[in-house]
Structures are given as structure tokens and as C-alpha cells.
């Protein structure tokens, strides 16, 4: 590796002429731009525990009305990426947000794509394009980019759930708006899971000759990924990963084009090497509790727990329980890394 010029190698009257005219150099930059075999990464391995965010939570549901929040949320800001730029990875966002009873956070629509997986709470909904979605704990419901969507809670106590954006991209590449709508008027039918993608392998027939939808499913019910991965596991070897990717149904690819989501179950015990990846994502505890060790940092997580997991890291994930399966669901940007041509995977 030969060693490159520097910024102040050069007359100070030669970068000011540069400079004069808007022109850098890139020869001192070259090594931190594109680094040999691995990218430079400012993101850290990071937890954060839900029994730590929910009091300072519920006590925003005090502090301030919905009216003055519109969308009452504490983001989950990576501190290596700088609390103030709303960063948990380099694409991803997060945010935990509280709805309470009677609230509606009022209908919008916007060019991030957003998602919502529910953290506990029960009455909660979501309207996407007048489709009324319920909120269970462990669903998860899509809010692509472009549709309107508004939120409300006809139950009794606290509703919270996880708020994961690929604003991050969008933002920086200068695109990012929203749009505020009239209140959205629910469709008064059960939303698309419930009916016309009740089972895996079935679509209503019309659908043969129309367009492929773009998101013909938004809410992908907790209970069916939750057997789906236990009917998995007794058909699988013993040492085959249980990990389901939620799909567009029309299309079986990835359900939003910049996040992917998955879920995954740990058997009782099993600690479990993945492929390291180009993509950054989130883990996000959905039962159970156990250890994620990224790199060298061991981090323990509980149910609801959420962690940070930089590119190119070396991920174990091990359940810490001998005697109950332990689930996580993980949100990446494998999907825009596909499309721009540089996702990878490597042999641990
Ligand atoms: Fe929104």
C-alpha cells in the first residue's frame, strides 16, 4: 500500500486556487473514500433495551399532546452516527412511538417508506389507503412510500410500536417530503391478510391477469409468522437457519425496495453464526432473550430490545434460554444493495 500525498504537501497558494474555483483533490482523500477490503464504518454495535425507553415514553404521553406531536416518537439514534441525525444505521431509521387511547395521528403520506412493528398493546390500527390494518403485538404493518396512512387507537392503555424509515437514504439524497391529508375513511372490510392472502401459495384468481401489484400486502399478522417458523423448524435439519423473509405475495420479492424484513427463531440453546453482509440492519427482540455478539461486543437482549448492526459486522446471535425458542425480526437494506449492484455476503 503506497502512501498518498496529503493535503498539506500542496502550496498553500495551489489550494487556494482549487479552492477558488470549487475543485478538490483526491488524492489525500482516496484511502478514507475507498478504503482497502473493508469499508471505514462510523456506526456502533448499539442496544437499546425497551425497559429503559418505555417510562421516558409513556411520560412524553404526558408531556405532550398529540396535536403538538403529531407523531409521538423518541428516536433510536446511533451515537456514532450522531444523536442529532436520526441515524440507527446509515439507511435505517428508528423510532419507538405511543399512541393512547382515543389519539389519531393524523393522516399523511410521504416519500420514505416506513413500517411499523407492533411492541405491545392492544386496539391499536393503522388506515393505508383506506385499508384498516389491526396493530397485534408482533405485526407487521407496511406503509410504503407515496400512500397515505393515518393511525389511531380504539382499545384502552398505551399502544407502542416500532417505527423503522429508510429515511436516512431519501433524506440525503435530498427527496425527502411530506403531504397532509383530509382524515382517512376506512374501507370497512378486513384488511388483505385476513382474505385474499389468508395462506401461502393462493392469490384471487383475477389477479393472474392484472398488473403485479406493488404492495398487494400490508400487514403480515404475527401468529402466522409465528407458526410458519415453528412448522419450519420441524421440517428442517438440525443445523438449518430458521429465518422467513415476509415477501410481496404477487411477486416474492422483498416487500418494500430499500428495507427487507425478516424473522428469525432461535431453537432452545442455539447460538447461531450469519453470513457477514454489506447490509446494515436492526434486530429487534420479539421473544425470548439472549446474546448478539457483533464483532467483539457482546450485547444481551431482552423481549422488545432493539439493536444496531453496522455493515460488514460478524453477527452470533445465541438464545439464552434452554428451554423456550427465542424470535427476533431484523430489518436491513439488502433490497437497495441488491438493486444498486453491491450487496455481498461472506464466509464467516
Ligand atoms: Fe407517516
Known sequence: MSQLGTLEELPVEYRQALTDIN????????????PFNKPERQTQPTLWRYQDI????LQAGELTPIEKAERRVLMLCNPGLGLEN??????????MQLI???????NHRHSPSAIRFVVEGEGGFTTVEGEKLPMERGDLILTPSG???EHGHGGSGPVVWLDALDLPVVYRMEASYSIEGPPAKDNNAPDASQTMYRRAGLMPYRMLGEARGKYPLLRYPWQEVRQSLNDLSSGAGPGDMLHLAYVNPHTGEESLPIMGFSAL???PGEEISMPRRSASAVLHGIEGRGQATIDDEALNWEEHDTIAVPTHAKLRIRNASSKSPAFLFIVDDAPMQRKLGYYE????
Request: aromatic share 10%.
Open 345 to 348: 455476503e461472506f464466509a464467516n
Open 86 to 95: 436520526a441515524m440507527a444505521t446509515p439507511s435505517i431509521y428508528l423510532g
Open 23 to 34: 475543485l478538490g483533490p483526491l488524492w489525500p482523500s482516496l484511502r478514507s473514500l475507498v
Open 54 to 57: 418505555r417510562p421516558l415514553l
Open 100 to 106: 393512547l387511547p382515543g389519539e389519531v395521528a393524523p
Open 147 to 149: 400512500l397515505w396512512h
Open 265 to 267: 427463531m432461535l431453537r
